[in-house]
């Protein structure tokens, strides 16, 4: 899959200046919309989460072009979420909610081109995380298996 990476970057730069809590919109939004995934988050700790996810977003913005790290660090990132308790449908959750973030901010600025551009950045994040989840489940003793393939 092609990313079109100018795109990515400058509309990136634009929702970060006119939403500095980026990351602190995310999740109202996410548990609005989600309220289930509330569970999967300690609230003590819902501080750092914003902050990793800033500094996640930052990461894959500044290695759009380099293949072998997002492949590297998304799959690590994938097989982290499984011992999270994250499912291939929760990856849609959080793809619906960040899209409606960034919209949310670019506010006027949000065209269609945008709306494919960061679908299909989403997309391809969430295909390398579940692929490396995938497996870790698979390599997950049969007593896990059968917990993380119960429904959310």
Known sequence: MSLNVELLRASFQLVAERMPNLTERFYEILFVRYPQSKGLFDP???NRQKNML????????EHL???DWLTKTLRALGAKHVQYGVT????????DSLL?????A???????ELEEAWSGA????????QERAHSAQLS???TERSAQAAPA
């Open 65 to 67: 072009e380099d293949a």
């Open 54 to 61: 800033k500094l996640a977003l930052i990461a894959v913005m």
């Open 100 to 104: 409606a973030t960034l919209k949310e």
């Open 88 to 95: 291939d449908r929760m990856y849609g959750w959080v793809g």
């Open 106 to 112: 670019a506010a006027s600025d949000w065209t269609p």
């Open 122 to 129: 989403y997309l391809a994040i969430a295909t390398l995380m």
């Open 44 to 46: 003590s700790r819902l």
């Open 140 to 142: 997950a003793p049969t």
